[in-house]
């Protein structure tokens, strides 16, 4: 399996501080630094992103080096897009931060507008597009002057900026997860065939080396069944030998909650993911466990909530990725180690089994999968790509396959289910 290239940007390491005499001037205009900051992260064809600043006081505390803040994934085509001039644009685009102190919102009713400090711009030059490591910043910077004392420096902000290679495999499903298809690598405008999908709702038999993880039998689904639960469903997929590599199966039936005609987040259904157990043939291990429920609004969405059940950990349930996908357009899970830690209320322990996330760990993880599917009604081909650092053999890529597919059936199995039509309604729900 060849890889695609992609570059990863990451903004990390940042602190905001006041230099020399105007960290004790009540009149710098810029006491309200002790409040909280906020940084927006622009580039040019991407979604703004944010991130807190913390304060620094001392002149000799330095921000932690290995912290991010934000990571950009560019691949040939963004790249060229960053370094061409746009129509309105004099020169390239530019890595674009600006801080704020205070928030948006309002208090008691009276807005509150927040006061931006400063900017740091750092231009896209042809050295993001050779494919190296390289550190494009690293320490402080002045990003504005005070006013009030006449133009002597004024807030500071330290920042790292970093480019990093991150190669990746992208595949796409050739047809609907549930029309069991074939899996194919995009290499360019190449596809190569490297996995095949099998998708079954039918009753489990005994000879299913995958019937040892049910507790009951699993009756065969009706039009009437189909009403009530949504039940029995699995996925194998299949190496280009016709072995099978990885699987997915739901575990927990995606069934209404009570006083709604949904699955709701107090009862989600739930699949595990499982690979062959490579000390006992015709046996399988445990990898994950996909949830997924509905969340209703004004426009409703899919939450998937995705665990790696890894082994000598604690609890046995990590949580490496929580999603909402627009349950009518569709949408991208992912799986970012990064956006994984900021978001985490404590510390996100470090896997050590995947098909290992090989060695993954929240300073070196970032990236690690992303699956784009389609909204209910539509054909989704659910199209997959995986960091190529975590990926050591054709079965680490597969079981993230039966994940992706897992993660497009629940799209399905999350639709609102029909009730029984009452006397005098014809209509139903």
Request: proline share 7%.
């Amino acid at each position: 399996m060849d890889p695609q290239a992609f570059i990863r940007l990451s903004i990390g390491s940042l602190g905001l501080r006041l230099p020399g005499t105007a960290l004790n001037s009540a009149k710098s205009g810029l006491r309200a630094l002790s409040s909280p900051c906020v940084c927006e992260i622009r580039l040019r064809g991407f979604p703004v992103q944010t991130s807190s600043i913390p304060f620094v006081s001392s002149p000799e505390v330095t921000p932690d080096a290995q912290s991010v803040a934000s990571s950009f994934y560019l691949e040939e085509s963004d790249l060229k897009a960053l370094l061409a001039p746009g129509c309105f644009y004099a020169s390239h685009a530019c890595l674009e931060i600006v801080v704020f102190t205070g928030r948006k919102g309002t208090h008691c009713g009276v807005g509150i507008k927040r006061q931006q400090i400063g900017t740091f711009k750092l231009e896209v030059s042809p050295e993001w597009a050779e494919g190296k490591p390289v550190i494009l910043f690293n320490g402080w910077i002045g990003i504005g002057k005070s006013k009030q004392e006449g133009g002597k420096p004024g807030a500071e902000l330290h920042i790292r900026v970093k480019l990093d290679p991150d190669p990746r495999y992208v595949f796409q499903f050739q047809d609907e997860t549930k029309l069991s298809p074939q899996i194919v690598q995009l290499q360019g405008t190449i596809k190569q065939p490297i996995f095949s999908c099998k998708f079954d709702q039918d009753r489990v038999t005994q000879l299913d080396p995958l019937s040892n993880f049910w507790s009951h039998s699993i009756e065969g689904t009706d039009h009437e069944t189909e009403r009530r639960e949504r039940k029995g469903w699995k996925v194998k997929i299949h190496d280009l030998s016709g072995s099978a590599v990885a699987a997915a199966f739901i575990t927990t039936p995606f069934v209404p909650s009570t006083g709604c005609d949904w699955v709701a987040k107090s009862n989600p259904g739930a699949w595990l993911i499982v690979r062959p157990d490579p000390c006992r043939p015709e046996c399988w291990q445990p990898w994950g466990k996909l949830e997924a429920w509905r969340e209703r609004g004004l426009r409703d969405s899919i939450c998937c909530r995705f665990h790696l059940l890894a082994e000598g950990q604690e609890g046995g349930e990590i949580l490496m990725s929580e999603i909402l996908i627009n349950a009518e357009k569709g949408g991208e899970f992912f799986i970012d180690i990064d956006k994984q830690v900021r978001a985490a209320a404590t510390p996100v322990p470090s896997p050590q089994s995947s098909g290992d996330f090989t060695a993954l760990s929240p300073i070196d993880g970032g990236f690690v999968m992303s699956c784009r599917v389609q909204g209910e009604g539509k054909c989704s081909k659910p199209l997959v790509q995986l960091a190529m650092r975590h990926i050591r053999c054709v079965e680490d890529a597969a079981i993230f396959m039966a994940l992706a597919a897992a993660v497009d059936l629940s799209i399905e199995a999350c639709r609102p289910f029909r009730r029984k039509i009452r006397r005098g309604n014809r209509h139903s729900w």
